[in-house]
Structure formats: structure tokens, C-alpha cells
């Protein structure tokens, strides 16, 4: 983590850590101000930790995928298969491709765009995110991975809320990468109201969804994109009751 920021300024350094760092551990007997650990980053963050010493272990352990590459391969095929929309192993495969995604998202961010040998145009996305006609913009445009280089997470929620579609009837499919890839960037642990947007997305495509089947819509394409949405936040975001109403 040190060579990541050698050759910033002290200035621009203190900038960067001044807002989450550093996060005091804190116990029982010190525990964050359940008042205020909702409206700080550093509370929330010592408050989660906290709440997660008092599970079991086997709660919180990480388990290893070890048959990724065979998840994978599943993946892919059910993709190409309409048919397989309503099982769990669909909604499975989805979740299972975006793990994966996500790992290659965090391993050429550390590896091809460090720091200390890439400038990033984060700030051009920024910039697009605070304009009326931002959605114009995102629709006409690919994200690249450097717009997420270095971007806070709260712009990653900001890019989200502007993506949540008003009704289920305004979606742009030239939205979906930018959907998708707001959803790689985001980092555990979630604050409670990025968990209650990514819920409302993922609910919005279940009326979407619903939509689609009622006017017998051929096209497999967007009907697809829903169960990949649903999907993710059921099973990768503590969602999994969303599964059973899909």
C-alpha cells in the first residue's frame, strides 16, 4: 500500500486518508455512538466490525471457490439458454460470473493502473455525474475501467442513483455496462442506504421483468439483463429473497 502513494504529496496524501483513515478499533466496553455511526464513515465501519466479532466463526468465514473456472464454463452456457430462466442454478451462474468479474476488476486495478504509473480520469466521470443530462452522456458512451480508478465510493453510489430508473418503463438498455460496472466498483461493507438503493434496482427490474413477460417480449436480450441484476444483488448482496420472487 506504501508504494501506492510514494509519489503523491503530503498534501494531496492527507487529502486522500483524511476522510477513512484511520479507522480505531474499538469493544464492548468503547463502542461507537449508535447515534452518529450512520452519518460517519469511521463509526459505521468500527460499528460493522464490532457487530461481526460477536458472530460465530463459521458465519464469517470466507469460503474459497475453488471450482471457478467450472462456474465459469456453467455460466456461459446458461446464459445462451433461456429456458433455465426461472431455476436457482440460473440465478446461481450469474452471481458465480460476477464474482469472477469482480475479482479481474480489483486485480487490474492493482496491477496495469497503480498509482505511482497512471493518472486516473476518474474526475471526467465526476464531472459528467454532476451535469442535468448525465444520462444522455452514460448512453452514448462506454465506461472504461480508468473511470473507476481511484473513484470514492460515494461517487460509485451517486453513478447508481442516477441509473435507477425512475419506472420501469424509462430503462435505456445503453445503460446496462454502466449499471453493471457500478456494481463491480462497490465495496463491502455497504452503508445501509447504498443496500437499500441496490435492493430498489434490483426490484425496479423485477417490475421490468414482469413487464416483459406479460407482453410475451421475444427479445431474450433484455429479459436476460434482469435476471443478471437480480441475481447479483440476491446472491452477491444478501438479497436471496429477491430470487424467489423473480
Given amino acids: 500500500m506504501n508504494d501506492m502513494y510514494t509519489s503523491l504529496d503530503h498534501s494531496s ?10 479507522v480505531y478499533e474499538c469493544d464492548e466496553i468503547d463502542p461507537p455512538d449508535a447515534s452518529k455511526f450512520l452519518l460517519c464513515a469511521n463509526d459505521y465501519l468500527r460499528h460493522v466490525r464490532l457487530e461481526a466479532s460477536k458472530l ?12 471457478e473456472a467450472k462456474n465459469e464454463a456453467s455460466t456461459l452456457a446458461v446464459s445462451r439458454n433461456p429456458h433455465l430462466c426461472s431455476s436457482n442454478c440460473f440465478h446461481r451462474a450469474y452471481a458465480n460470473f460476477f464474482r469472477l468479474s469482480k475479482k479481474d476488476f480489483y486485480n487490474i486495478v492493482g496491477q496495469k493502473f497503480c498509482w505511482d504509473s497512471f493518472m ?42 442516477v441509473l435507477l430508473p425512475t419506472s420501469s418503463s424509462k430503462w435505456d438498455s445503453n445503460h446496462e455496462t454502466w449499471l453493471y460496472a457500478g456494481l463491480l466498483a462497490l465495496e463491502q461493507p455497504l452503508h445501509p442506504d447504498t443496500c437499500f438503493l441496490i435492493r430498489t434496482i434490483a426490484k425496479t427490474f423485477q417490475k421490468l421483468l414482469k413487464k416483459y413477460r406479460s407482453q410475451n417480449m421475444v427479445d431474450s436480450k433484455a429479459k436476460r439483463f434482469c435476471h443478471i441484476i437480480i ?4 446472491f452477491e448482496f444478501g438479497q436471496r429473497d429477491l430470487v424467489e420472487a423473480a
Avoid: M
Wanted: aromatic share 6%.
Fill in 13 to 22: 496524501d492527507d487529502e486522500l486518508l483524511q476522510q477513512a483513515l484511520p
Fill in 56 to 67: 460465530p466463526e463459521t458465519l464469517t468465514f470466507h469460503i474459497e471457490h475453488k471450482d
Fill in 120 to 161: 486516473s480520469p476518474s474526475n471526467v466521470l465526476i464531472s459528467v455525474l454532476s451535469v442535468d443530462d448525465c444520462r444522455n452522456w452514460l448512453a452514448t458512451h462506454q465506461p472504461k475501467l480508468s473511470y473507476f480508478v481511484g473513484l470514492s465510493q460515494a461517487n460509485v453510489v451517486k453513478l447508481l442513483e
Fill in 231 to 234: 441475481s447479483v444483488v440476491a
